[in-house]
């Protein structure tokens, strides 16, 4: 047996115990931690999921023209992540999207009461362009990843400033896996840099993404080839949907609509458009400056109320 100096006033067989001790608290310790599941979450950019899977099905990237079951998407993100990672538990799925001062549509606060989903809201702009999506999507990434939350991150999205998001997560330890939607036409619609950092990559293709979008019918009108209706004529439309709008939602839908002047949500927006073509018994699509009177006129009858 070694000789042991004497350290302090413990003996060798007193060292020894404690060492017996601490080697068996640190089997105890691993053996926790490998019963501990590893955590994965799914963070999408959902301006990216309508634009790509849009024109993939339908045909066109304007969310106006086509509807997407986010919910019956979701779930299907879901079910992927739960056969790719069988032995990790899903945290949550982040839903990243652009709104008019960020308050929610309606589409929006439906995603929001899924389960497990967090909704996480850029700007939108007047170009109906998203501002602030990236870095919500990067500080979530990297805070999740310094604290342990999630060891894999399923990231669905194609921008180029994502690839910060995506260096931060991994210098935490956490693995990056980029999923994608098919490209129309066999271009490419996310950005080789990107493809570049990620560990994995997966891509949906067509028959993944049909059963989620439809592309709404386009009316067709008998008196299209007659001259459009006057600027006061389609005002004047906008003031009469605005007057039913608040005889049937009442003055607390107001209020909650009122911080967006002069915009109005995707749905909201959408709905005036139709209602106001059955109406006039045309279409609008093509006639910017007479949607921006239909707007004048929703919005002029209602601030006239409050």
């Known amino acids: 047996m070694t000789n042991y100096p004497p350290v302090g006033n413990d003996g060798p067989g007193e060292i020894l115990a404690r060492l017996e001790r601490t080697n068996e608290l640190l089997q105890r310790m691993l053996a926790e931690v490998a019963k501990t599941p590893s955590t994965h979450a799914i963070f999408v950019d959902a301006g990216y999921v309508y634009a790509s899977a849009g024109l993939l099905v339908a045909g066109t990237e304007d969310r ?28 949550r799925v982040y839903w990243y999207d652009g709104a008019r001062r960020r308050i ?45 939350a999630i060891s894999d991150a399923a990231l669905v999205g194609g921008d180029e400033d994502l690839v910060s998001a995506v260096e931060a997560a991994q210098g935490y330890g956490a693995r990056v896996h980029l999923w994608g939607i098919e490209a129309a036409e066999g271009s490419s619609n996310q950005a080789e840099p990107l493809l570049w950092e990620v560990d994995s990559r997966r891509v949906f293709d067509l028959d993944f993404c049909r059963p989620y979008v439809t592309r709404k019918p386009v009316t067709l009108y008998e008196n299209e080839g ?14 009469q949907i605005a007057a039913a709008w608040l005889a049937e939602r009442g003055r607390d839908r107001l209020a909650e609509l009122l911080p967006g002047d002069p915009y109005l949500p995707g749905t909201y927006d959408q709905d005036l458009l139709v209602e106001a073509e059955r109406l006039l018994s045309r279409s609008l699509r093509g006639h910017a400056p007479l949607r921006r009177a239909l707007r004048d006129g929703f919005w002029q009858h209602l601030r006239a109320q409050y």
């Open 226 to 239: 007659e001259p459009p209706p006057s600027r006061d004529e389609v005002r004047f439309v906008g003031a």
């Open 64 to 91: 106006r023209n086509f509807d997407l079951d986010a919910e019956g998407l979701i779930d299907a993100f879901i079910d992927t992540a739960r056969t790719i990672f069988a032995d990790s538990r899903l945290l």
């Open 104 to 148: 929610h549509t309606a589409e929006q606060q439906a995603v929001a009461e899924l389960p497990d989903v967090k909704v996480r809201l850029g700007n939108l702009n007047a170009n109906n362009q998203q501002k602030g999506v990236d870095s919500l999507i990067r500080s979530d990434l990297e805070s999740l990843a310094r604290h342990r």
